[in-house]
């Protein structure tokens, strides 16, 4: 053939070629810092990357023991561990990364909201922006100190709603309405956009991290060139380490652009602690819940006036780049491989991509060069209307959602005894999760609805290996 050149896709977007075997390295999707413990229990989520040393088994060790951290109002017996608030969602990273994996909705009207956020904005003059709600900030912050006012409760109702399959069998999904309930600083501007999002599972975040962001930007498609129905955005972010626009990675619309960028917000947004990056001892307060400004704060000379010092800091991030990855169950087993094959030819891997490499020259050894398999592309989507939040966020519409990885997913219940899924828990079960897809992802959710019942078993057996 004459010397046509196409466009040289990069190896990651290669599709499987044989669902015989399981693909070589398959079975450790974190490479070689695929979480050494073979036991798969309850704990699967909380070990260390396979491959550190003992000196950084160490540090992470002392991560694990901040990133636990019950922290006290200010001022308590123990400078490090007050600055607690006076808003502020949960107590510890943890509370809502329970045992590092993911947050869930309240079960009841009655329990609170611990593991899951609500986001607010008002629309902001410049178009398609958004800004704070003036009252209450960017997030309800549903606990106070002693002596301060909670914001108000998240309050969930679901209503059923039901979808046929090609076999006759019904599934049950339910739609969720979010409200502000017992608001304590006053109604709500009118027109407040909300966003519901439960904490993410927390494993493989530094594999993510070390994925080149020019190969994530090459995945993108935004004006659907190659006609799948799949187009994909890159999110923009503001990065405030590098001073510069950055491909944003983290979050459930990739609205952060580094693991220390979501940590730090979530130090001062979640648990209202300050740090040398987002200095202010009040987190969420605003110029209008004057009580909580002026309440004593933690911020001590000793720790960097700040509330978390550097130090806590880097080991809290260290921590949090290197949760393990588990290994597969089965990978090779022939059921396994028949849902993986269902899992491409329905069109799911076009966005969960199964498999990338990570920088070779990344900073931190143990997690470049490595072959990761995370089921994301990183990248954003519009999902349809049934999941929208209507909120843009940065370059985020409100349709848009960035794809989550889905290594591990299948081990959510051995982990946190539930299995609720997408950004704010609706789903019951992997099946519910995959109905609810639209927007680009209409024809995959309509392929597995034609599936015969055995096949759509095959699929879930296939994702719950992951
Ligand atoms: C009140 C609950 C809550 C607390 C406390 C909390 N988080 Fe989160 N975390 C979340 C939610 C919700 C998200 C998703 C945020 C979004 O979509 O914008 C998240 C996302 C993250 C992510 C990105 C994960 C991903 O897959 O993109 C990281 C990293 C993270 N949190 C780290 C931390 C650390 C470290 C702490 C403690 C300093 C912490 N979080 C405390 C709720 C919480
Ligand atoms: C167009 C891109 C796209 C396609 C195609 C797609 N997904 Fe998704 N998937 C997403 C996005 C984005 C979300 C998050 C949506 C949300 O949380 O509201 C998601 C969420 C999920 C979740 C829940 C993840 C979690 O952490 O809660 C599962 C499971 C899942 N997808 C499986 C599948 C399967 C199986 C297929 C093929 C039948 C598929 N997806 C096709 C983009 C896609």
């Known amino acids: ?27 450790r999707p974190g490479g070689t810092a695929t979480s050494a413990f073979a036991e798969i229990d309850a704990n699967a989520f909380s070990h260390p990357s396979g491959n550190l040393g003992a000196a950084r088994r160490l540090d992470f060790e002392i991560g694990n023991r901040i990133f636990g951290r019950v922290w006290e109002p200010a001022p308590s017996a123990s400078e490090s561990t007050d600055g607690l608030g006076p808003l502020y969602n949960a107590r510890s990273c943890r509370r809502c ?19 899951m956020i609500l986001l607010l904005s008002v629309p902001s003059p410049d178009a398609d922006q958004t800004t704070p709600e003036p009252t209450y900030g960017a997030q309800l912050q549903d606990f106070a100190i002693a002596g301060h006012t909670p914001e108000g409760r998240i309050a969930v109702t679901y ?51 070390a994925i080149d962001a020019a190969e994530i930007e090459a995945l993108a498609d935004p004006t659907d060139g190659d006609d799948d129905g799949i ?26 652009p580094s693991v220390r960028a979501q940590t730090v917000a979530a130090l001062s947004r979640d648990i209202g602690l300050s740090t040398s990056i987002l200095p202010t001892p009040s987190g969420d307060c605003t110029e209008h819940q004057s009580e909580c400004l ?4 933690g911020n001590t000379q000793r720790l960097g006036a700040a509330e978390v010092s550097n130090e806590a800091l880097a080991f809290v991030l260290f921590y949090a780049r290197n949760l393990a990855v588990p290994p597969r169950r089965n990978a090779d087993e022939p059921d396994i491989l028949e849902g993986k094959r269902l899992f491409h030819e329905s ?120």
């Not at 709603?161 to 709500?188: C, K």
């Not at 590098?242 to 952060?256: E, S, V, Y």
């Open 347 to 466: 069109g799911c891997a076009a966005c969960h991509r199964p498999r990338f490499e990570t920088l070779e020259d990344y900073p931190q050894r143990e997690l470049a060069g490595q072959t990761i398999w995370p089921y994301t592309d990183l990248l954003l989507h519009d999902m349809g209307e049934g999941l929208a939040d209507s909120r843009p966020e940065g370059s985020a519409s409100g349709r848009e959602w960035r794809t989550p990885p889905l290594w591990g997913i299948g081990l959510t219940n051995t982990v946190n005894g539930h299995t609720l899924y997408l950004h704010d828990g609706r789903a019951r079960s992997l099946l519910e999760a995959i109905l609810w897809h639209g927007g680009e992802a209409v024809t995959a959710r309509q392929n597995v609805i034609d599936m015969t019942g055995e096949e759509r078993d095959r699929l879930i057996e296939f994702v719950s290996s992951l």
């Open 294 to 297: 002026s309440a004593p704060t």
């Open 231 to 256: 187009s994909g955005r890159a999110a923009r972010v503001w990065d405030g380490e590098r001073g510069a626009q950055t491909l944003g990675r983290f979050g459930w619309k990739a609205g952060q």
């Open 159 to 209: 209503s059923e709603r039901h979808v046929q399959l090609s076999n006759g069998e019904t599934v049950s999904l339910r739609a969720p309405a979010y409200a502000v309930a017992d608001a304590g600083y006053g109604p709500l501007s009118p027109g407040t956009m909300t966003s519901p999002r439960v904490a993410n599972q927390m494993i493989g975040l530094g594999l993510l991290e």
């Open 97 to 115: 990364h329970i045992r590092d994996g993911r947050g869930h909705p309240p079960a009841s009207r009655e329990d609170d909201a611990i593991s």
């Open 1 to 27: 053939m004459a010397a046509i050149v196409l466009a040289v896709l990069p190896v990651t977007a290669a599709p499987a070629q044989q669902f015989d075997r399981a693909e070589p390295g398959e079975a």
